[in-house]
Nanobody
Framework: QVQVVESGGGLVQAGGSLRLSCAAS????????MGWFRQAPGKEREFVAV????????FYADSVKGRFTISRDNAKNTAYLQMNSLKPEDTAVYYC?????????????????WGQGTQVTVSS
């Protein structure tokens, strides 16, 4: 069993920055791919970014490419999402997900373990 906990959300003005953290605990959690997804009110959950098991591969949604950076520290079983140049349309609940069977995937259905989410609100 793997537990996932996100933190770091909050309220920020447009153009500002936030760094989200995703701590995973449990059996061999540090060897799992980790992805970030987000869901805005009234919208479907969408892919944001993913990082492979040892961080050699990353992939981003076009909407965040060049502004967001995903990274991980396997010694701490933690992944990070650095979000710069935030826009009001980035407002959403951000979720971290992980799964031992995933090498790298943008599909939310591929991930078994999810956190509770952290709210990010960007004011204009």
């Amino acid at each position: 069993q793997v537990q996932v906990v996100e933190s770091g959300g909050g309220l920020v003005q447009a153009g500002g920055s936030l760094r989200l953290s995703c701590a995973a605990s449990g059996r061999t959690a540090s060897s799992y791919a980790m992805g970030w997804f987000r869901q805005a009110p009234g919208k479907e959950r969408e892919f944001v970014a993913v990082i492979s098991r040892i961080g050699e591969d990353t992939f981003y949604a076009d909407s965040v490419k060049g502004r967001f950076t995903i990274s991980r520290d396997n010694a701490k079983n933690t992944a990070y999402l650095q979000m710069n140049s935030l826009k009001p349309e980035d407002t959403a609940v951000y979720y971290c997900a992980t799964d031992s069977t995933v090498v790298i995937s943008i599909m939310s259905s591929a991930y078994k373990y999810w956190g509770q989410g952290t709210q990010v609100t960007v004011s204009s």
